[in-house]
């Protein structure tokens, strides 16, 4: 009798031990917590665009052509740029390398990430929330910046009677934008805030996104006439647009294209809603 009765205790303790094992097996993985940023939702709204690229007029350097766009469908912004705090989950996790600037504050903004580490971490933050996380075009960033984004035109036209003409325009719009360059790292969300809720544009981080630099050709009237991509270089959002080579990290040791160079390469991302 007493040796039916252990027997009985001991299966009984081997059951409950297979099905916490069995349990423990089948409960879902554990998520990080993220710590994503403030959104702000984008809803499609046709406005008045300068296009990105480099762009000529009779094979003569010439602004972009303005052109009325939208965002294809609703999408929410991060209100700030990704925080050195919030990258250093995706390092530990092993989906992202350690910037160039190193992770000691974690209120900054991760600064030093190249258009590859950009790519990785929305890669690891869509796994890890099972949303699509995913870096902004030019036109989605150009919608969440509002009033603060700035029209790069130069407003001069190009004259092969007078060259100078044009130099000495992009001389000043460059003189313009080192003065204006603002080196100052400063924790996310205290430099400044647009009418949509969207903080810190326009500072000493600039923002990558997914759109390839673009080069075209305009007629007279300002009707593009020919275009094509050069993916490899992307456009990277701040104070100014810049193009920027996809491996790049200090941008102030090289790989901007034309012009002044970022002061900081940063992240910001859109979350599809569909």
């Not at 990080?32 to 809803?43: M, Y």
């Not at 009325?68 to 990704?82: F, G, K, N, Q, Y």
């Not at 030019?138 to 190009?158: C, I, K, N, P, Y």
Request: aromatic share 6%; with cysteine; hydrophobic share 45%.
């Amino acid at each position: 009798m007493r040796r039916t009765a252990l027997f009985l205790t001991v299966a009984a303790v081997s059951v409950t031990g297979i099905a916490l094992v069995a349990s423990y097996l089948l409960m879902p993985e554990a998520k990080p917590a993220v710590g994503i940023p403030a959104l702000v939702r984008l809803e499609p709204a046709p406005f008045l665009h300068r296009l990105d690229g480099d762009w000529q007029r009779g094979g003569l350097p010439a602004d972009a052509p303005l052109a009325l766009v939208s965002i294809p469908a609703p999408v929410d912004i991060m209100a700030t740029a990704v925080s050195n705090g919030q990258w250093q989950v995706c390092v530990t996790a092993g989906a992202c390398a350690v910037p160039g600037s190193g992770m000691d504050n974690p209120d900054l903004p991760v600064t030093e990430v190249n258009w590859y580490d950009a790519k990785a971490y929305a890669a690891w933050l869509s796994d890890a929330t099972g949303e699509t996380w995913r870096l902004p075009t030019d036109v989605e960033w150009a919608h969440a910046a509002a009033e603060m984004f700035r029209d790069d035109a130069l407003g001069v036209e190009s004259d092969p009677n007078n060259p100078a003409a044009l130099w000495l325009a992009e001389y000043a719009v460059e003189s313009a934008r080192s003065r204006d360059l603002d080196r100052e790292i400063r924790p996310v969300g205290s430099l400044n805030v647009n009418s949509l809720g969207v903080h810190d544009i326009g500072g000493a981080v600039w923002e990558w996104t997914s759109t390839c630099l673009r080069r075209g050709e305009i007629d007279a009237a300002g009707n593009i006439l020919r275009e094509a991509d050069s993916c490899g270089i992307y456009i990277a959002e701040g104070l100014h647009r810049a193009a920027i080579t996809d491996f790049v990290r200090d941008p102030k040791s090289g790989g901007c294209s034309v012009g002044v160079p970022p002061a900081n390469l940063g992240v910001r991302l859109v979350r599809e809603t569909g």
